[in-house]
């Protein structure tokens, strides 16, 4: 039986954040009752696409609710959502169940029932400790709020949080980075992602950049924030295992492990992205869309539901290749280089050999026990990287 991760998008936000170029809608509240329906028939659709498959019933080794604002759902909703869930997997016992929140949504009661339903782990989107920063970003949300909500969390008995935040904005010192931190690490959370911002086109804040409201952030400072940060997490006691994310001994994120392993997940909702099945696919982006198309039968083979979008199968060469930029990304663990040449029947060396000894010789790669990973030096130029593996 393969193990998959399960991804369950819930494209509803109160408002819109200014950078956010996500799949998400802040006018579509009427249409979630409808939405919810529709992601319950989507997941026992490809439950029933399964069966038919010599693997059969698929296990669920962890559930991620993203969005979105998920926390915007009733327990009513993401009760009948992960119901379908479990009556259609075989969904582990011990498996991680993620639900993304934004501070100021949540109470303790709301909490509560999270933790009845086996939510086991949350993730905030706090972004910053500043006022002016969070108003630059859009959010909803003041810092109070965030630490209130870590508060309620543990109350409500989480003992696995994650805090996502944001460097690199137009104007940020690397000082008013190192305030943020320094306001978030005594909340004592579990994990913490760092993004560095990208200015998206269609957004605010690119029309801001336009119209010369703001000014292009300065790279050299986000490098310095990310050098700032990795500093500050090592000496808080966090691991720094992913590119952008540090963790706790033991408390990585295991679903977002699952994509860079890059092993087979499930992704449902509108425009939610999946690898399974020897398919890569994505469900149609429009929520309208993926309601009405929910009403019609699956498109095709395992995991093809009938809001599949677009699809196709994966190659050989492409498998290769997404996993080196995947499994690269994995600073502590790495590129297994052992079961790359299980995997595919030749080693990594004879499929990019000229290419690692290049990143070898400008120590941006090394090797170690088996492992192919990135070096100090390759985590600042890991796009150059992973570009060279496309
Ligand atoms: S809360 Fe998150 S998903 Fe919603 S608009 Fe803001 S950044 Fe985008």
Redesign the pocket.
Known sequence: MTAYALYLHIPF?R???S??D?N?YTTLGELQDAYVVALAREIRQVGALAADEPAGTPAIRTIFFG???PSLLTTAQLEHILTAARETFAVAGDAEITLEA?PGTVSLDYLAALRSLGVNRLSY?VQSALPGELALL??AHDFAAAVEAARLARAAGFDNLNLDLIYGLPGQSVDDWRRTLDAVLPLGVEHVSLYCLTIEPGTPMQRWLHNGTIQPPDPDTAADQYEAAGAALAGAGFEHYEISNWARPGRACRHNVVYWRNEPYLGLGAGAHGLGGGYRYQVVRQPRAYVRRMAGSPVGPFPLSAAVAAYHPVGRVEAMSDTAITQLRLLQEGLDLGAFAGRFGQTFDEVYGDTVRQLENWDLLRRDDGHLLLTERGRFLSNQVFYRFV
Do not use: L
């Open positions: 936000c408002q819109r954040c950078y956010c996500f998400t969005g979105g604002t934004n989107g859009g959010r």
